[in-house]
């Protein structure tokens, strides 16, 4: 046999045993492929994810889009309505509009009251607190267990979250979600306040989530009560805040919600 024979011979042998190679590979894929995984539990810890089960599942809550709820307040009522896949949301109030279209937060006065507070803090604040859990599936959030909370007798588990460099306003940010440990319910939400500091917060302020209703098999805050608070510990009762009228749906909003009027000013 010559010696180019038996080169074109080998050359055959291994393109062959390549092929066979490739074709276990794509086969092994396949089968992989189409088993089920359980991709939220894999992502979060078990704790936080039983916490999302316990208020309708992850699941369920990403497939809606829009939420909107209103606040009863002294000078009125306060509306909020939120994109939930990008954020955007706009606060309707009986003076001012503070509206946020995915790059500037907007101010819009309706007469020549001055707006008392800072728009860039406040547009996403109340959603924030509104849409525990869920908030607390986003990106760039980092967890870990918290010592638990004990308050009149009992003890609620706690869950630590704090935030990667560069997500968000006040990536400094921490909160501490307590939970039922009979029904995984969260209880309280203990907080930090960085945005006007930039620094990290020794001092945690405390909701609690008193009161649930169900909308659209998501369970969604009705009560949140503010606590005084000592040595990062709730003590005593501040206030209520009443939640109505509240719609979550699978309907996207139309972003002309959102764009900014042509009286209203750029909050810098």
Same mark, same amino acid.
């Given at each position: 046999?010559?010696?180019?024979?038996?080169?074109?011979?080998?050359?055959?042998?291994?393109?062959?045993?390549?092929?066979?190679?490739?074709?276990?590979?794509?086969?092994?894929?396949?089968?992989?492929?189409?088993?089920?995984?359980?991709?939220?539990?894999?992502?979060?810890?078990?704790?936080?994810?039983?916490?999302?089960?316990?208020?309708?599942?992850?699941?369920?809550?990403?497939?809606?889009?829009?939420?909107?709820?209103?606040?009863?307040?002294?000078?009125?009522?306060?509306v909020?309505?939120?994109d939930?896949?990008n954020?955007?949301?706009?606060?309707?109030?009986?003076?001012?509009t503070? *509206?946020f279209?995915g790059? &500037?937060?907007?101010?819009?006065?309706? =007469?020549?009251?001055? !707006? #008392?507070?800072?728009?860039?803090f +406040?547009?996403?604040?109340?959603?924030?607190?509104?849409?525990?859990?869920?908030?607390?599936?986003?990106?760039?959030?980092?967890?870990?267990?918290?010592?638990?909370?004990?308050?009149?007798?009992?003890?609620?588990?706690?869950?630590?979250?704090s935030?990667?460099?560069?997500? *968000?306003?006040s990536?400094? &940010?921490?909160?501490?979600?307590?939970? =039922?440990?009979?029904? !995984? #319910?969260?209880?309280?939400?203990? +907080?930090?306040?960085?945005?006007?500091?930039?620094?990290?917060?020794?001092?945690?302020?405390?909701?609690?989530?008193?009161?649930?209703?169900?909308?659209?098999?998501?369970?969604?805050?009705?009560?949140?009560?503010?606590?005084?608070?000592?040595?990062?510990?709730?003590?005593?009762?501040?206030?209520?805040?009443?939640?109505?009228?509240?719609?979550l749906?699978?309907?996207?909003?139309?972003?002309e919600?959102?764009?900014?009027?042509?009286?209203?000013e750029?909050?810098?």
């Amino acid at each position: 046999m010559s010696y180019k024979s038996l080169l074109v011979i080998l050359l055959l042998v291994v393109t062959s045993c390549k092929d066979d190679k490739s074709s276990e590979t794509v086969e092994s894929a396949i089968d992989y492929s189409e088993t089920e995984l359980d991709v939220t539990t894999s992502t979060y810890p078990e704790s936080i994810t039983k916490v999302f089960d316990a208020h309708g599942g992850l699941d369920a809550w990403k497939d809606m889009q829009t939420l909107k709820f209103t606040m009863a307040k002294e000078s009125g009522d306060e509306v909020t309505t939120t994109d939930l896949y990008n954020r955007n949301s706009i606060i309707e109030m009986p003076k001012h509009t503070i *509206g946020f279209d995915g790059q &500037d937060v907007w101010l819009q006065k309706k =007469d020549t009251t001055s !707006y #008392k507070g800072n728009p860039k803090f +406040y547009y996403n604040l109340m959603f924030y607190f509104y849409a525990m859990p869920f908030v607390l599936a986003d990106d760039g959030i980092k967890y870990e267990d918290a010592e638990p909370l004990e308050f009149e007798g009992k003890t609620y588990p706690g869950i630590k979250i704090s935030y990667e460099s560069g997500v *968000g306003e006040s990536p400094e &940010d921490e909160y501490i979600l307590y939970y =039922d440990s009979e029904t !995984y #319910k969260m209880t309280w939400l203990g +907080y930090t306040v960085t945005f006007f500091t930039k620094e990290k917060a020794k001092e945690f302020h405390f909701i609690k989530y008193s009161e649930w209703q169900t909308i659209n098999g998501i369970q969604l805050p009705k009560t949140l009560t503010w606590y005084n608070y000592e040595n990062n510990l709730p003590t005593t009762k501040r206030n209520d805040l009443e939640f109505s009228e509240v719609t979550l749906t699978k309907e996207k909003i139309d972003a002309e919600v959102f764009r900014k009027p042509e009286d209203a000013e750029v909050v810098e």
